[in-house]
């Protein structure tokens, strides 16, 4: 069956997930910590920005999740899906990149993709927004950044 890729890309984050040569997907996340700042100004420690760390905890559960599903994921430096036109110049991003390796057939670059940014947001934004301002439903790219937006005063 041939893996089709999965991308939400918006001025704040992006979430690629693309067949890998081998068997198997890469997948790539990258944070706007910059367009977040306002959002998380005074709820981390200096020095702990907690985007960042939600990016990692959040590729924690990640790993979870892929083991739960029957691959493996396995870290890998740079490449693979950080296209830089998707980032928006002169912000600092923060980034991860997996591979997955030996997914089952029904395992899909969309429910990887759907999976990673639910988890990222659930483990940012109740540090950011009362819960009961949290979206339900994930938005569409765009609806999100509007949403963010609107909370960073942008």
Known sequence: MQQKSYSYINDFMYFIVRPAEAAGFVYCSGVNVSRFTPLTAGKHRLGQNIVMKGLQSSNIELRSFILGRGAQPKTVRGGGCHDEKVRVPDEVWTLETLMVENPPEDFTAE????????????????????????????????????????????
């Open 111 to 154: 429910e990887l993709g759907i999976f990673s940014v639910k988890n990222f947001l659930k483990v940012i934004l109740p540090q950011c927004v009362q819960e009961s301002e949290i979206p339900q439903e994930l938005p569409d790219p765009e609806g999100l950044q509007a949403w963010l937006e609107s909370r960073c005063g942008i």
